[in-house]
């Protein structure tokens, strides 16, 4: 069974950074694209951002500049830097893993980020 643990969440200042993490079994992270969804109350899922296995990156149009993903094979984990973070921001934060070869996509539990002074 695939399991994806977030970590990294957490209240900060408009303005902070914070740096989230996702990690997966060992048996599914070299093969999967990984990426990060959020959503905020009342709102739909929103995509953030994604990276595949050999390394494209690509980001929702509202964290273009501020978000950084990346990847570390041998530790089987996915990073979120977050960085310049507004209040807009605040969401629940879900890391999911797509495996292109069974088109199944697993999700974690979700990490939630607060943004506010």
């Known amino acids: 069974q695939v399991q994806l643990v977030e970590s990294g969440g957490g209240l900060v200042q408009p303005g902070g950074s914070l740096r989230l993490s996702c990690a997966a079994s060992?048996?599914?992270?070299?093969?999967?694209?990984m990426g990060w969804h959020r959503q905020a109350p009342g709102k739909q899922r929103e995509f953030v951002a994604m990276?595949?296995?050999?390394?494209?990156?690509d980001y929702g149009d509202s964290v273009k500049g501020r978000f950084t993903i990346s990847r570390d094979n041998a530790k089987n984990t996915a990073y979120l830097q977050m960085d310049s973070l507004k209040p807009e921001d605040t969401a629940v934060y879900f890391c999911?893993?797509?495996?292109?070869?069974?088109?199944?996509?697993?999700w974690g539990q979700g990490t939630q980020v607060t943004v506010s002074s």
């Open positions: 990276i595949t296995s050999d390394g494209y990156t």
């Open positions: 060992k048996s599914v992270f070299s093969d999967s694209r």
């Open positions: 999911n893993a797509y495996r292109p070869a069974s088109r199944v996509t697993n």
